[in-house]
Each structure stands twice: as structure tokens, then as C-alpha cells.
């Protein structure tokens, strides 16, 4: 196979940056008209997907393309950045090559690692075929599949409608308690009309989570304000109870079995390998180190952002895995590369700055945490809404999904209820 | 396992439909409100997909929500139907019972086939690997996955652009055409900003047709003008050229051998099983025969309507196989029940009433056939796009493909060009 992508003329600085998510996305559209660079954007997925609706996409309320952009539609005014569709194997930081699968490679004078955090089972892999993550448009579609195919299942089978109607999502963060307030009010709000074996509306939606509490990054009053919340939409909340094991009849947590035929992990993430890449230690879940100005330690022209690197915020804690603080750490770097191109000294190094926490909890409810304003409820909703719709990445996106929230609140019609795939029981 | 869908109540009078397509659907809209009825409405998906527009989904232009609706939302308002998620296995006509893949039956007073084509690689079912057809939504993610991945493929390779830019399209019926339109006007029109190591518009566009022309159903005038106006989009149309192979490679025609990473099948359909669940002899296409009032010859009480019945039109044609031929059949065979539950006579024979035929040529031209009025262009394109709008089925669709042709006529930007699944070159 030949060299991939002809590497640009010699006379121009090349930037490499590995993952267009939050991070990488941010930092190419920072440096994207500066004519002195090259850059090269890898990305194994042809697509930028917009990660906080992604549990909207697995519980049909939105299609995936309505979170989810070409990255090179997303680049293509930018003439100097060139989008390469590979996985990327290492890294060779002392030739300044990224090695792509396959075998060609990229040289490089700056590299950007941006690859973000996978979920992890905490060592027990053969959980993930039982109980399967959120983070690409195909666990979603996956995840969608298994959601739908429940509730057709108890109407096939009303006498085991039980476990067919359990739904059980594992870990209590944003994204699990999202993903619960949602199937609840599927279940409730959307699909009674439908069936006509069963009553949906019967259907169990547990919230599981090791830990003493829910969203554990919220404020208390807010947490205790979305567990009502989830408690009146029907979800079973229980805090303090581990999962011991996933298997094709559910989970087994500290209290016992619970038969379930959809379980969806939201406990735990992993990050990408760029520590490994980088011959680093990476911390607990497998981030790399990062210093005051991003780069990897030894690595002056090495930058690690977003999920994968693990950067200090205050009294000892990590900026949080939000897409603000990816974006920051992109539009950061750009700085940094930018003031070394004109020669000029570095920019301070990299402070983070907290926006808020925002999740919401079924319709009409959400939570907004703003540090010294915590807001509550249907106006901190319409705030989540309107937030979310403003950083959506395209114009198109923006009035799709507005049009979408808007008929699935007034109509209860989702847009994309769709199962693709087989509907044969051993497969899902 | 149990029985799936207890039976209705005995009093009722148990109609069965097999396929919620056109005909299907229809039928079942046309008697949700009769009381006297419990309908069982039979389904292998769980989505109605609106055909006519299904290449639209397989080019990235709208993505498959907004082209397909769940079986069960569309017949929620009607209290006596039952949507049945399943795969018909075969059906007892004397014992009056409709077998289901799993082993359980559903008893039927009056049974309803609707079921359908498929597409038909004439004896070479080993073709289906290399030359996907078009029929199911999986279809068409798959078609356009293979069409973005032929043009990352040569970006990445730049040597080998050649066969990874060549699209063969093997049939010039009206979705033929429209797919080899479509992927013209990517690649001109679309993609060109995008790709920094090729020319998107350099890609060749193949429409290979066995017959002596393409749109054979058409007036010639009118076939004239699409293949006028498909050789200005930069297709290459070869008639009376015979695809002899297809393989990894790409296809062999009467012509040769022509190297292509993509090739989609749009020149054959095969019948569903309709006429082999009921012993009778199909005809060339496997579509079972048809009496004047749609039951299937020696079968009162079973009618077999839409794409899988072989219905007789005018001078020894057949009815064709389009979306307002399946559904006068849907709502002529409402009648007939009708007609039999309230003890009256019989309708007269089913009589197709052709509307026309339409087909679209890249954005700005389209044919239509209305018989003695044909037109050609830019309000033949007008017409055609308001007559698919018209006949979405739900009004969120409506809009939301509205919308979607509007910003990919005046931004140039698709909908849904995504690519999903596993990039690896082995993969396809």
C-alpha cells in the first residue's frame, strides 16, 4: 500500500491531530486559516458525533444524523487542513511519525493527540456483549435496538413480559441518568398507545450505582432535586449497590439477580491509548499526563487534550470530561502552536474555566449547576434546550433537532423509533 | 414458547395481513375503524419505509428516519389492530393459520398477503456480496457506506483512485437512473471542496442496463430526454450491455470487465413467497397469480395484493409495481371485506387507475408520464418533489424532508452522510 496522504510541501509547519471529537474539532478550526500550517485530522470514524445528545440517538428522540456531522464537511473552508479517514497504531515520537494501521505512516512537527475515553468494565470485558456503552453512533443504533426490541418482545410474550420490560442502566452519572429518565418516559408517555398485549407503562427502569449517590459532580440539593425527579418519572433509583455480573439474563448486583433483557453501561470509562503511545504512565483509568501548557511530559511538541489526558483544575481534582473543557483545551493549544510559530513568548499556562454542569432529567426537568446559581427544574429545561441547540455544530442540525423536540413533546411521536438489524432473540 | 398474540375474541372477525408496504398498510387504514374487525397487521420490521425515496437514504441525502415510520405509531389510532413483530414461515390454508418463524400460529377468517419483492441476481445469489440491491433500510445504509468509502479510499490512495471512484449501477429502471443521478451529483456538486488529494468529480458513473434502452416503462420522448440529461450529470449509460459477473472486483459485462469499489444491483426483483405458502405457480418472477377481485385462485379467502400478486392492466400487461398501484389494491380489498361482512354484493373486478409515472434526474430535471400529458425539466422536478412531500406519511416527515432538500440544494450539504460500521478494506 502506498503512503496514505502524500505529506504536505516541506516549507510548511505539520500538524498532525489524532481525533476530531470536542478537542481536536476546536483546535483545527482555531488554526484552520493560518496558511503556515499543514494539518493532518485522523479520525477512525468519517463523522464528529455530539456527544451529549448521543443517548438521545439510542433512545430514538433524535436520528443520528442529526448529532452527527462528516468531519470533512466540517473542515472543508479550511484549504491547509487535509481530513484522513485511518486508526491510528502508534505513535513514534522520537522519528515524529504517526503510524496508521496498515502500515503507512505521517510525519509530523507537532503532534496533537486527541482520542478521547472509551467505556471501561474495570477488567471484565465480557460484560460489554451483555451490557454495551455509549460513545459511537453504533452503540447507540445498538442500544436502541435492544431498547425496542424489549417492549416487542413482551408483546409476543406477555407471560415473560417481566424481564423483557426491565431495563437496567449501571452508574448514576449524567449520561445513565439521562439515558433512565428517558426509557421511563418512553415507556410511559410515548408507547402505551401502541401496544396492545401489554401495558408499558409497567415497565422497570433501574438506576444502579456503586456509589453513595447520584451525580456525584452535582451539587447536593440538585442531585437530591433529579432523584425525585427520576423517582416520579418511575425510574428505581438504588444508590450503593455494585454490579457483580452481566450475563444474557441480566446483571447480578450486591442485592441479588435482577432479570433484565436490556442493560446498558453508563459506569465507567477508559481512556484511549495516547499514554501507551507516548511510553507514559497513564493515571487510574489510563489518561495521560499532561503538563501546565497540555504537552506530554519529555515531549515538547507532543499536546494531549480532551478525555485522554488528565489535567489538574483545582484543590487536586480534573477538569471534568465535558465538551467545554475539550473545546478550551483545543482552542488552548492553538495558542501555544501559533505564538510558536511567530516566535513569540507562550501563553500562560492552561486554567480551566468551569461553565456549569447541566443535565436533565425527562421533559420539563432539568438541572443546571453554575457554581454560585443552581437552577432547577422547568426553566433550568429550557436553558438545557436552548443550550444545547446553540452548540450544535451546523445551522441544519439546529432547526432539525428543534423540530424534533418540539413533536416529540407535542405528539409523542420520537423521530427515529427504528430497529435495524435482525429481531431474532439469540441476537440481541 | 406461547403463543405470541393471543387471538382475538371469537366474535370478531379475525383478519391477518402479512406486510405493512403499501398495500399492506393501506388496507389496514382503510378498515382500523371497523369494529367487526380484530386485525393482526404481520411485519418482519418494525418500520413502514416509503420506497420512492428509499435511494435518497442510500445516496446520504435524507437518513432513514425520515423515510420510514414504526408499523405500530402508524396504526396506533385504530383500537382493533394488533401489530405483530415477526417472520412469516409459511401459511395453512386449510386449517386457516398463519405460521410464524418460532413456531407459533395466528388463526385467520380472512387472510391478507401483502409481502412484496425482492431484489433478484437471476440464479447468482452469490452476487448479493459484491452488488448490494436495494430494498431494505440495512440496504441502503450499507449502499452508502460503500459509495463514501469508495471516495475515502481514494483519497487515501491516490494511485488507485480509479476503481475506487467507479460506481456501476446495473439496471436503468427509474431507481437505477435516480441512484446513478444521485451519486453524479455527489461527486460533481458535493464532495469536490472535501478531498485534498483527488478530484471527486473525475469519479465514473456507470449505469448498465441488458435491454436495448433504459426506462423501458417510459414514453420514449421522455426516456430520451433522462438519458440526454443523465450524460450531462457525467454518466456513463450502456444499453444492451449484460452483466455476466460480478466479484470483488468490480463486474463483467458482454462489454468486459470494469474494475469498481462500488456496484449496486437495481436490475431484477423476485416475488416474497406468497405463491409458495400457498401451492400455487408464480409466474417468471415467483409473483403469485391473482383472481379479478385479488384473492389468490382457489383461495376465497385469501388475497394476495401489491408487488407479490401478478395483476393483469391492459392489452396482457401487468399492474406495475408502484406505491399507487399497491394502494388502490390495499383499499380495493377493504371494500371486498366490507362488502362481505355486511352481506352486500361484490365491488366489481379491481381496475387499476394509472396516475402517471415520475422519475428524477439529479437536482433541476425530472419525466413525468401522465399519459397524454408528459413534461420534462425544471416543473417536472417541482412536481415531483411536491408529489413525494405530499405523499410522505406523516407530517414531521414532510417537513423534515422539506427541509433536508432544501439545504442540500442551497448549502450543498447532505443530510446524513455517515459512515457507519467497521473501515476496514476487507469489509467492503
Known amino acids: 500500500m502506498s503512503d496514505p496522504t502524500p505529506n504536505p510541501p516541506s516549507d510548511r509547519h505539520r500538524l498532525v491531530v489524532v481525533g476530531a471529537g470536542f478537542a481536536g474539532l476546536q483546535l483545527v478550526k482555531s488554526l484552520g486559516h493560518d496558511k503556515r500550517l499543514a494539518i493532518q485530522l485522523i479520525d477512525r470514524r468519517n463523522h464528529h458525533i455530539f456527544q451529549p ?29 487535509t481530513t484522513v479517514l485511518a486508526e491510528v497504531a502508534s505513535v513514534d515520537a522520537i522519528a515524529r511519525q504517526v503510524r496508521l494501521a496498515g502500515g503507512a505512516s505521517l510525519a509530523y512537527d507537532t503532534l496533537v493527540i486527541a482520542t478521547g475515553v472509551t467505556h471501561a468494565y474495570f477488567g471484565h470485558d465480557d460484560w460489554a456483549a451483555f451490557a454495551p456503552g455509549l460513545k459511537t453512533l453504533e452503540d447507540a443504533t445498538q442500544i436502541r ?10 408483546e409476543a410474550e406477555p407471560a415473560a413480559a417481566e424481564a423483557h420490560l426491565t431495563f437496567v442502566i449501571v452508574g448514576a452519572g449524567p449520561t445513565g441518568m439521562e439515558l433512565a429518565g428517558t426509557i421511563a418516559e418512553l415507556a410511559r408517555t410515548h408507547l402505551p398507545d401502541e401496544f ?15 456509589g453513595p449517590t447520584i451525580l456525584p459532580t452535582f451539587d447536593p440539593s440538585l442531585a437530591a432535586y433529579a432523584l425525585r425527579a427520576l423517582v416520579e418519572l418511575g425510574v428505581e433509583v438504588r444508590t450503593g ?5 452481566c450475563n444474557a439474563d441480566g446483571v447480578v448486583t450486591s442485592a441479588g439477580p435482577i432479570a433484565a433483557h436490556t442493560v446498558i453501561w453508563a459506569a465507567g470509562v477508559e481512556a484511549s491509548p495516547a499514554a501507551t503511545w507516548l511510553g507514559l504512565a497513564g493515571d487510574r483509568v489510563g489518561r495521560s499526563p499532561a503538563a501546565p501548557n497540555l ?7 507532543v499536546f494531549v487534550i480532551g478525555d485522554t489526558a488528565s489535567v489538574t483544575w483545582r484543590e487536586g481534582t480534573l477538569v471534568p470530561g465535558i465538551a467545554p473543557a475539550a473545546k478550551q ?3 488552548y493549544v492553538a495558542r501555544v502552536v501559533r505564538a510558536r510559530l511567530d516566535g513569540r513568548p507562550p501563553p500562560p499556562p492552561f486554567r480551566y474555566r468551569h461553565q456549569g454542569s447541566l443535565a436533565t432529567i425527562g ?30 455544530i451546523t445551522a441544519r442540525s439546529r432547526l432539525a433537532v428543534t423540530w424534533n423536540w418540539i413533536w416529540a413533546y407535542a405528539r409523542n411521536e420520537p423521530a427515529a423509533r427504528l430497529i435495524t438489524g435482525p429481531i431474532t432473540p439469540d441476537e440481541g
Open 241 to 245: 449497590e455494585a454490579v457483580t455480573a
Open 145 to 154: 435496538r435492544r431498547i425496542l426490541l424489549g417492549f416487542e418482545r413482551a
Open 295 to 301: 504537552t506530554a511530559p519529555g515531549f515538547p511538541d
Open 329 to 331: 483545551q483545543g482552542a
Open 53 to 81: 445528545l448521543l443517548y438521545q440517538a439510542a433512545t430514538s428522540i433524535l436520528p443520528p444524523s442529526q448529532i452527527a456531522w462528516p468531519i470533512r464537511q466540517l473542515t472543508r473552508k479550511y484549504p491547509n487542513v
Open 196 to 210: 396492545r398485549n401489554i401495558d408499558t407503562r409497567r415497565a422497570r427502569v433501574l438506576l444502579i450505582e456503586a
Open 363 to 392: 421533559r420539563n426537568r432539568a438541572i443546571i449547576d453554575f457554581g454560585d446559581i443552581k437552577l432547577k427544574g422547568f426553566l433550568a429545561w429550557w436553558l438545557w434546550g436552548a443550550a444545547h441547540i446553540y452548540f450544535l
